[in-house]
């Protein structure tokens, strides 16, 4: 099992930024894909940002590009989410999983989620 714990959420005005954190327990954090979901009210969830295990590939939803970055840190068990520029659609819960594949649809361990809202 892995845990997940995410922070950094809040209320942000258009054009601002914010930085999630998620810090893993449980397993080898090393051993797992690391990855950033949100859902918005009334819409799917869907993939914002994953990474693989050495931080060597990482891949954006392209609604996200050039304004989110993933990053991770073994040593401390813990991955990012840098948001910038954020306009009122990236409001949503934020979620962080985990999984042993890059595919989104392997994230099979997640987090209680962390709420951004962004306001115009």
């Known amino acids: 099992q892995v845990q997940l714990v995410e922070s950094g959420g809040g209320l942000v005005q258009a054009g601002g930024s914010l930085r999630l954190s998620c810090a893993a327990s449980g397993r080898t954090f090393s051993n797992y894909y690391m990855g950033w979901f949100r859902q918005a009210p009334g819409k799917e969830r869907e993939s914002v940002a994953r990474?693989?295990?050495?931080?060597?590939?990482?891949l954006y939803a392209d609604s996200v590009k050039g304004r989110f970055t993933i990053s991770r840190d073994n040593a401390k068990n813990t991955v990012y989410l840098q948001m910038n520029s954020l306009n009122p659609e990236d409001t949503a819960v934020y979620y962080c999983a985990a999984s042993q594949g890059p595919s989104a649809s392997a994230f099979n361990y997640w987090g209680l989620g962390t709420q951004v809202t962004v306001s115009s």
């Open positions: 990474i693989s295990r050495n931080g060597g590939w990482t």
